[in-house]
């Protein structure tokens, strides 16, 4: 990650917790390019699976903790006196692949 000069275009990440009364934001960082931004998002989303993740679990009880409790990255495009949420990333389809590949597949289930 570059300092980034005066007018340059950046991408920020901030996630926001649903497992807390208060629903806190908490700022990941500022990014040069939105790949970047993309990889610091996943990374949040991971350590939420993993910390939820127990033995056999199936992919579909660990995503229901991750909509009911997980966290909700968010990336903007920040842009001089303009910030704008970028679309890019879905966190449920993220999450949901992330909780198969944890989890394993099912059978019948």
Known sequence: MEVLGE???AYI????G???PD????HIGKFDT???ATVAARRATDE???????VGLTPKELFARYVQTGVIPCIFLDHDANTFNQR??????????????????TKGK
């Open 13 to 16: 990440v901030e996630i926001v």
């Open 48 to 54: 939420f699976l993993q910390d939820a993740y127990e």
């Open 23 to 26: 629903a806190e934001v908490r």
């Open 7 to 9: 007018n340059a275009l």
């Open 88 to 105: 890019t990333f879905n966190h449920y389809q993220y999450a949901l692949q992330r909780c198969t590949e944890l989890c394993g597949p």
């Open 34 to 36: 939105l790949e970047e």
């Open 18 to 20: 649903r497992s807390e």
